[in-house]
């Protein structure tokens, strides 16, 4: 028999709850107003994990008559767990008003605060949380954490000392002791905290894999891949950070087709599938790979995600690049540039309007190129070029000049300034940048004959036969005779 001595336990059998929810069910058909019977209905649905039911009968049983803090703690629980903080925390502060020592009422407000990152008041509340409970170590795990996130470092670090006291020599200890170093970027010494948690419990991820985290900012990528596989090996289905440094040092050692299992993984774990960074990677990958279709289809599917990462579309546009669709790498790479007014994108550009033979276009953005980078050779060569082909031959050798002063080891330069120079009647000077551009390829016979079947094929165009004959000097002559 149920009477109103009776009290729930938690502890009652799937028999047991089914009787008292019959039992209070009958009460409050009787009486819709019984708050007695509408409490016991909401603690039962609670107990049972129907968190919409239990709210509704809480909430009645709280309109129903005078508040109890008992209950406003329930419910507050409640809507924690449907992840509504702030009506959570509304419950949780009558509560406290009820009865202003309620503990495990305190270390919620705390606890909604610093979810809903307000962590003034998450401390101030911890902090009240200590006074009634000074050596609880889950209260000074927070306020650590609190005087983390606001900057306090001192606070920080005194509080990390009591917290290391209370919780004597632990896994998890440890693992927070390495966690602020690595705030701080003192890898070193985090990594010594997070190796000896593994001594105290290698069972413990965490320090596996910020271990792992410590070793790949030291560059030793093979020991991070090592930890990070352990951490992987410990726990295969809740590890999407460690799956990522994993296909990360095969993309570190130029193993791109090894990388794409743990990033398929990775991007297969996420519960959210919204992590434009590992289709990213897969992009990259795949491009690397030559498996264009499936690089493109990533890189789009990031590329819904987040619009606005402009290395992304200029991704996208190196691969309609390679598909040799420079229509839509152009449109790609216009979009990037418009969001990020980089160097390289421009450089792109430039070379999608080349490649379309939109020579005024294209030397547009050469020159806004050079606007960013003067000394850019691709850009200096194409301008020259491009003004060479044209017969505007003052400016084209401007450029193939300051070209010269970037890559002194290009032998096409010398030929193109000879050409110039015969074209402006200065043999002597032509003479001497085809003797100089010889010397360069000297020592590769191939070079030689392409060299001078080049220059012959210019100087029979630009110059009367017997001019060209004469300009020839003996070392060039006998170099061509030999070859």
């Known amino acids: 028999m149920i009477n109103k ?13 089914e009787v008292i929810l019959n039992h209070f069910t009958e009460k409050v058909k009787q009486n819709p107003n019984d708050q007695y019977s509408l409490n016991a209905l909401g603690t039962v649905f609670y107990l049972l994990e129907d968190i919409d039911l239990a709210i ?11 508040s109890d803090e008992e209950r406003l703690f329930y419910l507050g629980w409640c809507y924690f767990e449907k992840k509504n903080y702030a009506e959570a925390l509304s419950c ?14 305190i270390t919620q407000i705390g606890r909604c605060h610093y979810i809903m990152e307000a962590y003034h008041q998450a401390l101030l509340f911890y902090k009240l949380a200590e006074e009634i409970k000074p050596e609880d170590l889950y209260v000074i795990r927070k306020i650590v954490d609190c005087h983390a996130k606001l900057g306090h470092t001192k606070r920080m670090w005194k509080y990390l000392k009591i917290e290391k006291t209370l919780g004597s020599k632990t896994a998890y200890t440890s693992f927070r002791w390495g966690y602020f170093y690595t705030e701080e970027n003192n890898f070193k010494k985090a990594l010594s905290y997070f190796l000896k948690g593994i001594e105290y419990d290698p069972t413990f991820i965490d320090n596996w894999s910020y271990a792992g985290w410590c070793y790949y900012n030291f560059k030793a990528y093979e020991k991070s891949f090592l930890y990070f596989s352990k951490a992987y090996e410990l726990n295969p289905n809740d590890t999407c950070w460690v799956l990522n440094y994993m296909g990360l040092y095969y993309l570190k050692t130029n193993r791109e087709a090894q990388a794409i299992p743990y990033f398929e993984k990775s991007y297969e774990l996420d519960r959210n599938r919204n992590n434009p960074w590992v289709l990213n990677q897969l992009g990259w990958c795949f491009k690397r790979c030559d498996r264009l279709e499936e690089a493109l289809s990533n890189y789009l599917k990031a590329h819904a995600m987040r619009p606005d990462y402009h290395w992304n579309l200029n991704e996208i546009g190196y691969v309609y690049n390679l598909m040799k669709n420079f229509e839509k790498s152009l449109e790609f790479h216009l979009k990037g540039y418009a969001l990020h007014k980089e160097a390289r994108i421009a450089k792109s550009i430039a070379w999608r309007y080349t490649d379309l033979n939109d020579k005024a276009s294209a030397r547009k953005w050469w020159y806004t190129l ?3 980078n003067d000394k850019d050779d691709d850009m200096l060569w194409e301008l020259a070029w491009s003004y060479f082909t044209d017969k505007e031959i003052d400016k084209a050798e401007t450029y193939f000049k300051k070209f010269m002063l970037v890559d002194d080891k290009e032998y096409h330069v010398y030929m193109n300034l000879g050409h110039i120079a015969l074209c402006n009647k200065k043999e002597e000077e032509a003479l001497q940048y085809h003797v100089q551009g010889l010397k360069i390829v000297d020592s590769h016979n191939e070079y030689k004959k392409g060299y001078l079947s080049d220059w012959k094929y210019v100087e029979h165009r630009i110059l009367d036969k017997s001019i060209f004959e004469a300009l020839l000097d003996k070392a060039i002559v006998r170099t061509y005779n030999e070859l």
């Open 370 to 372: 050079a606007e960013m």
């Open 92 to 105: 949780y502060i009558k509560a406290y008003r009820l009865v202003p020592n309620y503990f495990d009422c």
């Open 5 to 17: 001595t009776f009290e729930i336990r938690g502890e009652e059998t799937p028999e047991e709850q």
């Open 56 to 66: 509704y009968y809480l909430q009645k049983a709280e309109e129903a008559g005078e």
